[in-house]
């Protein structure tokens, strides 16, 4: 991740951050992690006093307009119906800062490779996983324009998508 985007003195809001296992990537004036599950984000207060950690309510992201630089979503989508997404997308586009990114990982079915895709939907709780083409669709659908990073896999079977999106209306006002 650190090769395709600079954090340095950037807020980051980790969106689905469970127990804080991304945490340590970031310095902790500029993490927030998040999460619907109060035991995980308990359990991620004590593994890492040094980060901030909040417990996600009602689908709203208490911060304010454009405050965030990044929002982090590693591992999440896959457990998240495409209509729930959608009540996010809206809260995604409020909080980031001009310029701000979306920066998604998620493991990804694969067209022609049937075997990994069943291994996967054993393998994986997730109810949703989708092939990139539906990743890319959801954040498309709401006004993002999305870069695929890279795509790889894990032990063979498991394949994961790495892309980032940004809101359309924030790349007309950016030279980049």
Known sequence: MQS???FEGRSVLDFGSGT????????????IGMDPDAGRIRYAQQLFPQH?????KNNTIPFPQ?????????AVLHHI???????YMKEFQRVLKPNGT?????PCLCKNKPL??????WYDKGEYIRNEVQYLQLFQDHDYDCTVLERF?????????????????QNKTSPE
């Open 4 to 6: 395709h985007f600079t």
């Open 20 to 31: 804080g296992a991304n945490c340590s990537m970031f310095h902790p004036l500029y993490y």
């Open 52 to 56: 901030r950690f909040q417990v996600l």
């Open 66 to 74: 454009e405050s965030v630089d990044y929002i982090l979503i590693i």
């Open 81 to 87: 119906s495409s209509e729930e997404i959608s009540r």
């Open 102 to 106: 979306i920066i998604v990982m998620e």
């Open 116 to 121: 990994c895709n069943r291994f996967m939907k």
């Open 153 to 169: 896999h894990k032990c063979f079977l498991y394949h994961e998508l790495f892309f980032s999106a940004k809101p359309r209306l």
